[in-house]
């Protein structure tokens, strides 16, 4: 069981039978009466948040049973996504659902971790950061980088970001997994 003063942000709970990952915690001390953690939490199964508060230091939540495995991403089709169990080598296959947007980061042969619960795959953790090529964007303009413009650009897995106006087609960039954000250019 976890109590309210191991929560932080990223820690997965159980909460009347359901995972949630913690999104955001705060710790409420106020003048008068008792103090509080005030939360908000995503279901791992169906993406959605809640927002919860729980008295600090007496109520507790669950430990939940789930395990990461290693997989490597194969290939996408028409119901979802299959991915290679690295340990038996045996295939796994998500939803659409399941993998959210995070199929904007999905190539073939990137490795990543899937989220079982209670026995059965509900959800993916990808790595931090990913390697994306640039498949559409304004020309770039040269010398334009003081101003710290942005453009829009489409990578070639669909994925639509801010980049700075140096940026041509064709180009490697660093995207960050966590904020879908432009890191820096790869180079060859």
Known sequence: MYQTTDF??????????????????????????????????RNMETGQVIERTFKAG??????PDFEDKEVEY???DQEGFNFMDQG???????????????RYYLQEGI???????????????????????????DPGLKGDTSAGGKKK??????????VPLFIKEGERLLIDTRTGEFVERVKK
């Open 8 to 41: 932080k942000k990223g820690l997965k709970i159980e909460l009347e039978s359901k995972l949630y990952i913690i999104v955001e915690t705060t710790h409420v001390n106020p003048g008068k009466g008792s103090a509080f953690v005030k939360t908000r939490l």
């Open 58 to 63: 007496v109520e507790k939540v669950g430990k």
């Open 74 to 76: 194969m290939y996408g």
């Open 88 to 102: 038996n080598y045996e295939t796994i296959h998500l939803t659409f659902d399941q993998v959210g947007d995070y």
């Open 111 to 137: 490795k990543l971790q899937v989220l079982y619960y209670n026995g059965k795959p509900i959800s993916i953790e990808l790595p931090n950061f990913v390697e994306l090529t640039v498949t559409q964007t």
């Open 153 to 162: 650009a489409i990578m070639d897995t669909g994925l639509q970001i801010n």
